[in-house]
Nanobody, 118 residues
Framework: QVQLVESGGGLVQAGGSLRLSCAASGRTFSSYAMGWFRQAPGKEREFVAAISWSGGSTYYADSVKGRFTISRDNAKNTVYLQMNSLKPEDTAVYYC???????????WGQGTQVTVSS
């Protein structure tokens, strides 16, 4: 079992930056691929970014490529999402998720709200 707790959300003006953190419990964190997803009001949850267990591979949705950076610190059991040049359309609840076998995301955090004002 893995428990995930996100933090770092908040209210920011367009063009600003935020860094989200996701702290994981459990000794197997370093073997899991991790991802960030988001869900805006009235919309389905969508993929934002993912990172392999080693951190050697990263993947991004086209909508955030070049603005967001995913990273991880396995010594701290934490994955990060650095968000720059934020836009109002980035407003959503952001979730981190863990993928034990890099096939499906089996564990999810409770989410953290990000609101970008214009």
């Amino acid at each position: 079992q893995v428990q995930l707790v996100e933090s770092g959300g908040g209210l920011v003006q367009a063009g600003g930056s935020l860094r989200l953190s996701c702290a994981a419990s459990g000794r197997t964190f370093s073997s899991y691929a991790m991802g960030w997803f988001r869900q805006a009001p009235g919309k389905e949850r969508e993929f934002v970014a993912a990172i392999s267990w080693s951190g050697g591979s990263t993947y991004y949705a086209d909508s955030v490529k070049g603005r967001f950076t995913i990273s991880r610190d396995n010594a701290k059991n934490t994955v990060y999402l650095q968000m720059n040049s934020l836009k109002p359309e980035d407003t959503a609840v952001y979730y981190c998720a863990a993928s034990p076998g890099e096939k499906s995301y089996d564990y999810w955090g409770q989410g953290t709200q990000v609101t970008v004002s214009s």
